[in-house]
């Protein structure tokens, strides 16, 4: 006789297959200096930036139901926090970029004070004003160029690595470590005790609030991490192009409008759907950058019809049809049958 056993379990066949496969590809992106030219690793570099934008975003509106269009408030801050740092506190770069993400945690705890207050579209245009305030804001300091911005300079950017090679491989490798770092960090937080309080709010704040979970608490904490590691990726942008204006740093669309592209076309609640999303977002837009404004038109239409026709995006058909979780976050229950023990059969 046989008996059927019931086993509950995070991981996978798809998910152990997805590491060993992801492991390949992160030894190969490693190497890129070795076998990519410079233009291929500032490609990677940019798409890297924006994946881990993209992901801190979806973990702000996807998981905690934050919907920002602001978000480039603190790309802006961490780009002006890492030029003032270097220029007028002589620090190195590299330490420059991790206090400007703990400056921009600084910072983020007022702005989330005042703009928590608003609800649904209000927050998300409360969070476009916060973002013109700063733009506006650091226009207006004469040290930092004013509103026609500054170069870093060359002393700062040598300060990296003498040769040219290396400081391209350098950016390269930071941008490469800041994507790994902001997946594994929202994928631990979100396996974590507030990763499942965020996944309940997400899916029912009434209900989450009867259980005890203190929901403004547990969305200021996201608030505040994602501002954080927003402004260091900010900081990582700037140090890449070397020069920052207030137009540049605070563009909504740069920073916001593509990221939200990115991960509605990848699948939004998900953290394979922005590492989707940004693969066919730069696809697209090395395809069709030459068209000039009919490149954001084609964005928009794919956009339009993605959300009509596949509100969950491309990761959710995948998933949905295949039922792949390259990610495993929840539990599944695998039922399996096995022999009945004497016992067993005894007390039957």
């Known amino acids: 006789m046989t008996t059927q056993t019931h086993t509950i379990t995070r991981s996978s066949n798809a998910a152990r297959v997805a590491a060993v496969i992801g492991a390949l590809v992160l030894i190969v992106l490693i190497a890129a200096p070795w076998w990519a030219g410079r233009a291929d690793m500032r490609l990677m570099g940019e798409l890297f930036l924006y994946l881990a934008l993209a992901s801190l975003w979806n973990l702000l509106a996807g998981y905690a139901g934050l919907v920002s269009v602001g978000q480039q408030a603190f790309v802006g801050f961490g780009g002006y926090m890492l030029f003032a740092l270097t220029i007028f506190g002589g620090l190195h770069p590299l330490a420059a970029i991790a206090l400007a ?45 004013g509103g026609s911005g500054s170069s ?32 594994t960090a929202v994928y631990l937080f979100l396996r974590s005790r ?3 309080a965020l996944t309940a709010i997400r899916d029912n704040e009434l209900a989450a609030s009867s259980l005890g979970i203190d929901i403004w608490r547990t969305k200021f904490i996201v608030y505040v991490v994602t501002s954080a590691l927003t402004a260091m ?21 740069d920073w916001t409008a593509f990221v939200i592209f990115i991960v509605v076309i ?45 509100p969950k995006g491309i990761w959710g058909l995948i998933r949905s049809r295949f039922d792949l979780q390259i990610f495993p976050l929840g539990y599944r229950v695998i039922a399996s049958e096995g022999p009945t023990s004497p016992e067993t059969e005894k007390e039957a």
Do not use: C, H
């Open 152 to 183: 870093l300079p060359v002393a700062i950017v040598k300060s990296l690595a003498d040769k040219r090679a290396m400081r391209e491989s350098l950016s390269y490798w930071l941008a490469l470590g800041a994507a790994i770092l902001v997946i």
């Open 194 to 196: 507030k990763g499942l």
């Open 233 to 253: 990726i900010g900081a990582l942008i700037f140090l890449q192009k070397l020069r920052i204006s207030p137009d540049a740093a605070f563009n909504v669309n």
């Open 266 to 310: 990848g699948g939004i609640g998900t953290i394979e759907g922005p590492i989707i999303g940004a693969l066919v977002f730069f696809a697209l837009r090395e395809t069709l950058a030459d068209l000039g404004t009919i490149y954001l038109m084609v964005l928009g239409l794919v956009a339009i019809v993605m959300m009509l026709k596949a």
């Open 101 to 145: 993400g703990m400056l921009g945690a600084l910072i983020s705890v007022p702005v989330a004070v005042l703009i928590f207050r608003l609800r649904g579209a209000y927050f998300a245009i409360g969070t476009w004003v916060i973002a013109e305030v700063f733009r506006l804001g650091f226009a207006q300091i004469s040290a930092l160029g």
